[in-house]
């Protein structure tokens, strides 16, 4: 089956701007949740969502949000992008709801520049 | 405050011996443990977890070690390869299904 998606791979922006990130997840996930890797800094959860809904939030700001659509697509969006924007961000999607250790299936992300 | 640690940014390891990789946590709450790997300009991949009732988990040349009186999270690699050259994260899991990640090892298996 298909993996997860996202889409662009790699993408340049320049400070003030915003973007657009977008994840596909696995048929049947209903959980994506969102990450920011950037060296050091491992890899710091932004949001997750479920069935359109978002069920938890990291500790980023406001500039930085979400949305699911009904058929589990996910995009998050950031505006007045900053440097330190610049990362790596990663979706990945689950079969919330199975007992055990939550498995997430993660994308090839999307390397944001912000220059 | 980070509740979970991977103290060790990289390791060097030679091909055949054993690799350790190391994550120790703050909170007596989690559910499981687990590791993942991530090759560059690829997304992390899940590898193998363990149950906070549980004190080792073995899935061929990978074992976890969970060392709850200590807080402590290792991963034995035996024999290492070359292409197990990667970035491995540590994770933990609460509340059922909320995961914290660590902030990596790189693990470099040389010939």
């Known amino acids: 089956k298909a993996g997860v998606t996202q889409t662009p791979r790699y993408l340049i922006k320049t400070r003030g701007q915003q973007v657009t990130l977008s994840c596909s997840p696995i048929?049947?996930?209903?959980?994506v949740s969102w990450y920011q890797q950037t060296p050091g800094q491992g890899l710091q959860f932004l949001f997750e969502y479920f069935s359109e809904t978002q069920r938890n939030k990291g500790n980023f700001p406001g500039r930085f949000s979400g949305r699911q659509f009904s058929n589990s697509r996910s995009e998050m969006n950031v505006s007045t992008l900053e440097l330190g924007d610049s990362a790596l961000y990663l979706c990945?999607?689950?079969?919330?709801?199975?007992?055990?250790?939550?498995?997430?299936?993660f994308g090839a992300g999307s390397r944001l520049t912000v220059l | 405050d980070q509740q979970v640690k991977q103290n060790s940014p990289s390791l060097s390891v030679q091909e055949g011996r054993i690799s350790i990789l190391n994550c120790d946590y703050t909170?007596?709450?989690?559910?499981?443990f687990l590791w993942y790997k991530k090759y560059p300009a690829e997304g992390p991949t899940f590898l193998i977890s363990?149950?906070?009732?549980?004190d080792k988990n073995e899935d061929g040349r990978f074992t976890v070690f969970l060392n709850k009186s200590a807080k402590h999270l290792s991963l034995h690699i035996v024999p290492s390869q070359p292409g197990d050259s990667a970035v491995y994260f540590c994770a933990v899991q609460y509340n059922t299904d909320k995961l914290i990640f660590g902030t990596g090892t790189r693990l470099q298996v040389f010939p």
């Open positions: 990945a999607s689950s079969l919330l709801g199975s007992s055990g250790a939550n498995v997430l299936t």
């Open positions: 363990i149950s906070s009732i549980k």
């Open positions: 909170n007596s709450m989690f559910d499981y």
């Open positions: 048929s049947g996930h209903r959980s």
